[in-house]
């Protein structure tokens, strides 16, 4: 199968700076590009930031001049640099893959999005 781990995620003040990583382990056939989003309680999960496996990236108007995706040539490990937060920043964050993998049966399985567990962000002013 195909695990996504987060971390980086903490309490900071408004201004400050964080980094956040995701890393991509399993049986990966292909690994077409590597999102981050984030989800505050009450809303809709959006995507912040993206990467294809050719090194393309494109950016939310919200986060676009503060934060910046980057990641190994293949996408197994992904960082999101958030710099200049606000306290509307805070949310649970995640790391998405756009995947395809073996699951247990040997069967291949694409998805848009596979999905990690989340890391939480709280920015206080």
């Known amino acids: 199968q195909v695990q996504l781990v987060e971390s980086g995620g903490g309490l900071v003040q408004a201004g400050g700076s964080l980094r956040l990583s995701c890393a991509v382990s399993g049986r990966i056939l292909n690994l077409s590009g590597m999102g981050w989003y984030r989800q505050a309680p009450g809303k809709q999960r959006e995507l912040l930031a993206s990467?294809?496996?050719?090194?393309?990236?494109n950016y939310a108007d919200s986060v676009k001049g503060r934060f910046t995706i980057s990641g190994d040539n293949a996408l197994r490990t992904v960082h999101l640099q958030m710099n200049d937060l606000k306290v509307e920043d805070t949310a649970v964050y995640y790391c998405?893959?756009?995947?395809?993998?073996?699951?247990?049966?040997?069967?291949?399985?694409?998805?848009?999005?596979?999905w990690g567990q989340g890391t939480q962000v709280t920015v206080s002013s």
């Open positions: 990467i294809t496996s050719g090194g393309m990236t």
């Open positions: 998405a893959a756009d995947i395809t993998y073996y699951d247990y049966t040997g069967t291949p399985v694409s998805e848009k999005n596979h």
